[in-house]
């Protein structure tokens, strides 16, 4: 009975035009904002998809590094175990440290990754090659493969692949450092470039593991990492079997807690997103307030004819609170509906364009997600259930306090 009378009182006619003006005015100002709260947060959730991609293409199913320091020794028996476990699909040694790259005047600070032939199966920067190769050379020829953030600062982006460069690393021997001749000075060329996403490429150089591992002055037994390709449903048991043959020494991390902190601070920007722009719906929900008040005192014969039926004051604040309740589900209705239009439009026709050429996609990514538009529709409900519950109380029991 109560949502009866609501949705006559919202599909009626009015002494006042302005009245029924008001109230749709509150049905388009709920749904503008459903709209914005569902595209701003599918924006977000498209852009943590592409960067979930990047990293995903960029870092191992598994990593394993020691707790201290920033090398380990292992022999090939225990390496050769390791890799043989049900479920690892291939494994590369790494050996990743900093080094200073040089160019004539210009110089760089690098992280230089030396890897072994299985790495290709690991890891996927092959598809992302922007100049030259995925060719790495070996110990006699080592070739380097830069991100285009160094090859950048290096001025070799306009030069023909294959330009000579010099390596610089800290000499392990111990010694304290007081001179720049005692770093390791070694001679690569550059074999092509490469473009991931703007951390990696302003920091990282690829090189062979052999090279790497002469750089930085180690012996074949030592390197930085393992890391691993595994079967998606056997990532745990890796892990586990992993953690059970090398001990505490070791930390064994998948894709997801090698960034876990960018994960958790991408998902807090979302609902810091969503807080903000709840906040603004919420400001928009005194349309509905100013909506309902007139609403009640268009009604007061009917409120007064209703109580003469025997209705009380709890009955008459239902059948306003339903009629909040329906203007904001119209609303959200519709807010949905433009909301998944535009995510359809955006993502099969690229309409909206991103600035630069510094991503690797240049259209706003868009994912619509089920959860996000239940939060919504549950946030505008019970924003409109609040603001509903003032003008319904106050206005019917003044009314009946007229009356009595």
Known sequence: MHFLFAWRYFRGKYNFQAIQMIAWVSVVAIAVGTAALIIVLSVSNGFTEVVKGLYADFYADVRVTPVEGKFFSMRDAPYQKLVSIEGVRAASKVVESRALLVKGDLQSVVLVKGVDKNYSKINNVAKYMKRGQYIMGDMENPILLLGIGVEQKLGLFRSFIGDTLQLYAVNRSGKAFTDINQLNNLTAVQGGAFSVQQEFDDQYVFTN?????????????????????????????????????????????????????????????????????ALIMIVASFNLVGALTMLVLEKQKDIHVLHAMGAKPWDIQKIFLMLSGIMAFMGALIGGGLASLFCFVQNKFHLIKLGGNSFVIDYYPVKPMAEDYIAIILLVMVIAIAAGWIPARKASARLFEKIS
């Open 209 to 277: 593991y052999s090279f790497a591992q002469y750089l930085f002055d180690l012996d074949s037994s030592q390197y930085s990492a393992i890391e691993m390709a595994v079967l998606p449903n056997k990532k745990e048991q890796v892990i586990a079997e992993i953690k059970k043959q090398l001990g505490t020494g070791f930390q064994v991390k998948d894709k997801y807690q090698q960034n876990a902190d960018l994960y958790k601070i991408m998902q807090m920007e979302k609902w810091i997103i969503f807080a903000i722009l």
